[in-house]
Every structure is written in C-alpha cells, then in structure tokens.
C-alpha cells in the first residue's frame, strides 16, 4: 500500500528551479565574460551544487583550481540566496498546498528529498517548516541525483519501504533517482513527465485521485 509521499523541492514546491539557473548564469557572465546556454544550464536540474558547477565548467570547456572551484560554489550561493530574499507562502507553486493537505487528509507521511542545502531556509520562508514529517539531509547521502539515496534516506525518515512511496519531481536526475529507488515517479513538466511513471504538465495539474487510481490499476495488473 502507498503510505508515504516524498517530495522534490525546487521546481515543485516552488519556483525556486528558475532562481538556480538566474545564479548560475550570472556567475558565469561575472567570472568569465560567457553566456552559458540554456540547454547546458537546464542538464543542472536536481544536481547537487558542486555536480552542477562541475558539468557548467566541463560544458564551457573551463578548467578552475580547487580553490577557485570552493570559491565559485559559494558564490553562486550567495547569488542565489539573494534571490531568495522575497520568497514568501505566495511563492508556493500552484495546486501544491492542496496537493499536500489532501495526502495528509488521506493519512500519508510526508518526506522532502531536495539536493538542496538552502531546504531548511526555503521551506522556513515559504511558510511549510513544520510539513514534512522527515527532511532527508543531503549532506549525509553518499551520492547525490541521479543516484536513490536521497529518496532512499527520505523513506527510511518516514519508516517506509521505498516501494511504498511516491515521489514528485520536475527533472530527469530526480525520476532517474526515483526509478532507481524504486518508488512511483510523478513527473511535473514536460521532460520529467515523459520520463516518470505519471506525468503532469505542470503543478497545477496535479491530481492525487488521479495517481492513486493510476498506482492501483498498475498494481492490479502486475
Ligand atoms: C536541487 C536543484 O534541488 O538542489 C539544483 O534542482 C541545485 O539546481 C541543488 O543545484 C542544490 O541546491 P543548493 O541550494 O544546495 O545549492
Ligand atoms: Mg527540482
């Protein structure tokens, strides 16, 4: 039985995904004159911050000491939470807090499966701090998106098989992660839903009933 729901942050909770790619290519522009193209930037979703500088540099053909990687990583976070200033509980995504209160109605636990160190913050501004029952901690996962462990560590924070759960998320490392759990992946947007086990174009698409009627059908025939 599906007992539990693990969610992605950024791109699904809020749009927090567009802030990354924003600090990303200024960092870019600022230390090396360049304009990272959209296709390259977009390969970072659901990354890990050093995973994400990494495929930047090595997609630019740049080569930068450790120093200088250290450097650019914590600058593009200081970008990035600049950014996040004026976040606020309206900075929700569509259809998310319903989607949320609706899972809770049906008595699912609630994890967060974010790469992103800044969850803590961000769930803090967008009013949701006291949400999930289980925060996964990225820092304490040996590999990040597209590996399972931090979906893998988000189920065992709600006591739950991972084939129990089911899991939300805009980009491919994170459905790849899901797979490779092996929970139910729901894709938000267009690349992740053609690659999930369900797909919504967008959050505001999102229908639990839907999923749910989905999961059991699957079961029912497997
Ligand atoms: C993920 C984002 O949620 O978090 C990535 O999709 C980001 O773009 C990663 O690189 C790490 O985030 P942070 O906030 O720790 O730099
Ligand atoms: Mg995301």
């Known amino acids: 039985m599906t007992k539990a729901a693990l ?70 976070n200081a970008l990035y939470q600049q950014l996040l200033a004026n976040l606020n509980e309206d900075s929700i995504l569509p259809g998310i807090a319903d989607l949320l209160a609706a899972l809770r109605k049906k008595g699912f636990r609630l994890a967060l499966a974010s790469a992103s160190h800044n969850a803590p913050l961000i769930l803090d501004k967008l009013g949701l701090s006291g949400t ?13 998106k597209p590996a399972p462990d931090i979906f893998l560590a988000a189920a065992k924070g709600v006591g739950c098989q991972p084939e129990d759960c089911i899991a939300f998320e805009d980009s491919a490392a994170g459905i790849a992660a899901i797979k490779a759990a092996g929970s139910c992946a729901v894709g938000v947007g267009q690349q992740a839903a053609r690659q999930a086990d369900i797909g919504f174009p967008d959050t505001a698409a999102l229908d639990l009933d839907q999923i749910l009627a989905q999961i059991n059908r699957k079961k029912s025939a497997g």
Do not use: C, M, N
């Open 7 to 76: 969610f992605d942050l950024d791109g699904v909770i809020a749009d927090t995904a567009a802030y990354h790619l924003q600090a990303w290519h200024k960092l870019v522009q600022d230390h090396f004159g360049l304009d990272a193209p959209a296709d390259l930037l977009a390969q970072t979703k659901g990354l890990s911050r050093t995973d994400s500088l990494a495929a930047i540099l090595s997609g630019l053909d740049l080569t930068v000491t450790d120093d200088e990687f250290t450097q650019l990583a914590a600058e593009k």
């Open 132 to 144: 999930f029952d289980a925060i996964a901690d990225p820092r304490k996962v040996a590999h990040g």
